[in-house]
């Protein structure tokens, strides 16, 4: 089902955490919403959900706005960052609750629970307690509880945040094959700019409780509209032009030494950093604005071997014009 | 003494389990195995001191024999025998029977109250006072009953409760009832009341600390499967407060048990209770038949204990 937000407002006291956002995902959408703790993406998640009052706007899920409905009234389903299992229930059980609420019957229940398991390819530890269960296993789980009511609209609140590296690439993976399978609309609160863009169908930069861009990846990641988004999303140095215009440009765009163009300016060496592929330099170039620019440039790992820098040694550095994206201030 | 044993076997209990594999240790491992028992010593030594070796005093006291002036350290089941004398005979409940009786049913009824007072006010102090600093004073507040001593706190209840005490005053004043509403003090509900009011605050401690440990997102996931607040409270709040709920009622039921003082003063020396057959006993200098009656207590309350940990895997719990 379409989500849209209509001036979506959160107080608390003076502080506003959520400030009148307006946002419409579409049904079947891979919605994540990105940005820095404190920026109000989780605030705005409990809201969807009808975990958090709304100060002013409007929620609308599908066809209707769902004012003060509870969560089940919604067809929304949560899930928590710490998974919220249970301790007391064994996982079948914790799969089973929402219906246990609804009044199913005991063998009704427990079969679709463990269905519910199957698809999440967990039914072999249906009898196991959630302290008895790994991370990941414990969000397979949350997953399967979360979707056995048959929601419409699935929250996820930092979903991934408590797994190892290695774990979060492939729950990750597997949370796409089931948005896709399920196609419901996915929301998916972020604060990591790999996983929205690995993820989502859109993404959503949120900064001090107001939207920055809304758009898919790869325009977030080729034309970021603001600095904000341009230095989140990272992958980017953002340089003000001598006419006090910000430009966004793509360190693996930028262009040292002989290469780099009759825009070049002066710039010194500060770090380089290999990174297989490729290898990362930070520069310091004077002559961009009033202090000492931070830079750094991506270079092909190939590249860089042809001509090595030497921390401290000061190179000519530019950039590709057609490189460069204006941000609006 | 039983609640002496209470707070005693946890620690007991702690002591680490050292491997079994005694053939393979190397030093350091025994060195370590030591350092455990050291460290375990000062509590097991409380434990003995305190717990054991009264108790033990207890048992061989029960089994010797008395006349009017003295002791003699001789064995005999005669003290029990007298405890359950008259108890063979079908036709009519002896005294023993009658007592017990008289004591579990305080026990039950002061059980239900300070349950539902202990969980209910809990409850309002874990999850709906939002503050910590309130949450605090509000404990606090618990306890203030705590400042003066036990018979105080139920003697204050007689000018309240008496014939011509202040309750009876104010409903007469107030047209209410004509004559003052007899049974109000040295009564079971005076009983009961000076109970619930003495040791709600061993419900409420114990629950209080297993809700605080309620994840409050747990609350919320719930909310989210759609639960109304009545199912959330019994399908996620009272199975996970269930271990508080267990040791608060351990506490109760042992105090309520070995009672005597409350039973006296607020039954007008008028009802029996175990309790107080063990301190009329001792008063008299009856020491083995005393110890024998105590012995027999400890034993019912033990058996009341196991059923309620049967009930709740405390160790799996905490």
Redesign the interface.
């Known amino acids: 089902m379409d989500v849209e937000l209509i001036r979506l407002t959160k107080r608390y006291g003076h502080t506003t955490a959520v400030d009148g956002i307006d946002l419409k995902v579409r049904s079947g959408a891979y919605c994540c919403l990105l940005g820095p703790s404190g920026c109000g993406k989780t605030t705005t998640l409990r809201m969807i959900?009808g975990?958090e009052t709304v100060s002013s706007g409007d929620v609308v899920i599908g066809p209707r706005a769902v004012g003060d409905a509870?969560?089940?009234e919604r067809g929304t389903?949560?899930m928590?960052?710490?998974y919220?299992?249970?301790?007391?229930l064994d996982c079948r059980d914790n799969v089973a609750?929402?219906l246990?609420?609804?009044g199913l019957p005991k063998a009704e229940r427990r079969a679709k629970a463990l269905a519910m398991l199957d698809l999440v390819q967990m039914r072999h530890l249906a009898e196991r307690l959630p302290a008895q269960l790994s991370g990941g296993q414990q969000q397979r789980v949350a997953l399967a509880?979360?979707l056995v009511?048959g929601p419409k609209v699935l929250l996820l609140d930092e979903p991934l945040s408590a797994l190892d590296p290695f774990l979060r690439v492939r729950m990750r993976t597997e949370l796409k094959r089931l948005q896709a399978e399920l196609g419901l609309t996915f929301i998916h609160v972020t604060h990591s700019q790999e996983e929205a863009m690995a993820l989502s169908d859109l993404v959503v930069v949120m900064n001090g409780g107001r939207i920055e861009q809304a758009a898919d990846p790869r325009t977030v990641f080729e034309r970021p509209a603001t600095a904000f988004v341009a230095r989140f999303i990272g992958g980017h140095n953002v340089i003000r032009l001598p006419d006090a215009t910000e430009v966004a440009v793509r360190a693996d765009r930028m262009r040292v030494g002989l290469e780099a163009g009759p825009e070049a300016v002066p710039a010194r060496v500060v770090s380089v950093e290999y990174q297989g592929a490729s290898v990362h330099v930070g520069f310091e170039a004077e002559g961009l604005g009033e202090a000492a620019t931070a830079l750094t440039a991506v270079i092909d790992d190939r590249a860089y071997a042809g001509h090595p820098l030497a921390l401290g040694q000061t190179v000519p550095l530019g950039w590709d014009a057609d490189a460069a994206h204006r941000l609006s201030a | 003494m039983t609640d002496t044993a209470l707070s005693a076997m946890p620690a007991a209990a702690n002591i680490p389990a050292a491997p079994a594999s005694a053939a393979s240790l190397t030093a350091k491992t025994r060195r370590r195995r030591a350092l455990a028992y050291l460290q375990a010593l000062p509590m097991a030594l409380v434990f003995l001191v305190f717990f054991v070796v009264p108790l033990a005093l207890t048992v061989i006291v029960s089994f010797w024999a008395y006349n009017e002036y003295e002791i003699i350290p001789a064995f005999t089941v005669r003290n029990y025998l007298d405890v359950f004398e008259g108890c063979l005979d079908t036709a009519d409940v002896c005294t023993t029977v009658r007592t017990y009786l008289s004591t579990l049913k305080f026990c039950v009824l002061t059980w239900i109250c300070t349950l539902l007072i202990g969980f209910t006010v809990a409850y309002f102090v874990a999850f709906h006072v939002r503050s910590r600093t309130v949450q605090m004073a509000l404990f606090l507040l618990c306890t203030i009953p705590f400042w003066t001593s036990n018979v105080i706190r139920m003697i204050s209840w007689i000018p309240l409760l008496g014939r011509n005490g202040l309750v009876n005053d104010t409903l007469m004043g107030m047209g209410i009832i004509r004559t003052p509403i007899e049974g109000l003090l040295y009564s079971d509900f005076s009983v009961v009341l000076a109970f619930v009011h003495l040791n709600t605050v061993f419900m409420i401690v114990p629950i209080f600390n297993s809700m605080a440990r309620i994840d409050r997102s747990l609350i919320e996931a719930a909310h989210d499967c759609g639960a109304t607040g009545w199912q959330t409270l019994w399908n996620v709040v009272v199975p996970l407060a269930k271990p508080g709920i267990a040791i608060g009622s351990i506490f109760v039921v042992t105090l309520v048990m070995g009672d005597f003082v409350t039973v006296g003063v607020m039954g007008g020396q008028q009802i029996a209770s175990v309790g107080k057959v063990i301190q009329v006993q001792m008063s008299a200098l009856q020491l083995p038949a005393a110890a024998a009656n105590a012995v027999v207590l400890l034993g019912a309350v033990m058996l009341m204990i196991v059923a309620m940990t049967r009930l709740i895997d405390l160790r799996k719990e905490l």
Do not use: D, I, Y
């Open positions: 959900g975990h509870t969560p089940a389903a949560m928590f960052q710490s919220a299992l249970f301790p007391h609750f929402s246990k609420m609804r509880r979360a009511t």
